[in-house]
């Protein structure tokens, strides 16, 4: 099936490290995403991985891959109240057009 | 550049009367289109798809259409609006199939029916 979870929401104090975890169900996919979406707005691309990579980085952004137990997380270093937003965890599936499964997204709040 | 338009960017509607949602891609060719739908406190619905001017899928039975008139027009349509089809409307692109393929979205439209 197409199933991507993920945690509902996550506070961290400004200038902590934040960690959204997600989880997925299909082995074959090929790449993963991470998208932002601020309020009323459209999703932003963050950053993705290929399967065959176990760790991206990029700036702040930390993207680590468990592609045995099927487990995506995004940490971000460093944490601003700028990066309050929604976090959307996305699988790729091959057939129909190659569309992206999202998970229910992960409210991140940052305090100052 | 590549852009990508969405409109309106909010709408209130009655139950019962017509939608029409539009989405136009600029600076791209033949991109593959799809339209997503965003519930309240929920993820991302896959609705329609296309590869193709005239060629839609439709990933849910559901109240709503999609039309792809042009290379670069993605149209959603209802008939008859109902209460459950309150929510965020994300038109998105892509161009190809291989490597990453970036999906890229629209600024969606909040669409609320009463």
């Known amino acids: 099936g197409e199933d991507v979870e993920q945690s509902l929401f996550l506070s961290v104090r400004e200038g902590d490290s934040s960690v959204i975890n997600c989880t997925y169900t299909?082995?074959?996919?090929?790449?993963l995403y991470w998208y932002k979406q601020e309020p009323g707005a459209g999703l932003q691309l963050l950053t993705y991985?290929?399967?065959?990579?176990d760790m991206k980085q990029d700036q702040r952004l930390t993207v680590l891959l468990n592609k045995k137990d099927k487990h995506l997380s995004l940490r971000i270093a460093d944490t601003q109240t700028g990066d309050s937003a929604i976090y959307f965890c996305?699988?790729?599936?091959?057939?129909?057009?190659?569309?992206?499964?999202f998970g229910a997204g992960t409210i991140l709040r940052v305090k100052s | 550049s590549q852009t990508i338009h969405q409109w309106p960017a909010t709408l209130v509607q009655p139950v019962g009367s017509p939608l029409s949602l539009e989405c136009t891609v600029e600076?791209?060719?033949?991109?593959?289109l799809y339209w997503y739908r965003q519930a309240a406190g929920r993820g991302l619905q896959l609705l329609f798809y296309?590869?193709?001017?005239?060629?839609i899928s439709s990933e849910v039975p559901q109240n709503l259409s999609a039309s792809r008139p042009q290379d670069r027009q993605f149209i959603l349509s209802s008939k008859k609006l109902l209460l459950s089809d309150s929510g965020f409307y994300l038109c998105?692109?892509?161009?190809?199939?291989?490597?990453?393929?970036?999906?890229?979205f629209g600024a969606g439209s909040r669409l609320t029916v009463l």
């Open positions: 299909d082995s074959s996919s090929t790449y």
């Open positions: 991985i290929f399967s065959n990579m």
């Open positions: 998105a692109w892509r161009v190809g199939s291989s490597g990453a393929n970036v999906l890229t």
């Open positions: 996305a699988e790729r599936f091959m057939e129909y057009g190659n569309k992206l499964v």
């Open positions: 296309s590869v193709g001017i005239g060629q």
């Open positions: 600076g791209t060719s033949n991109p593959n």
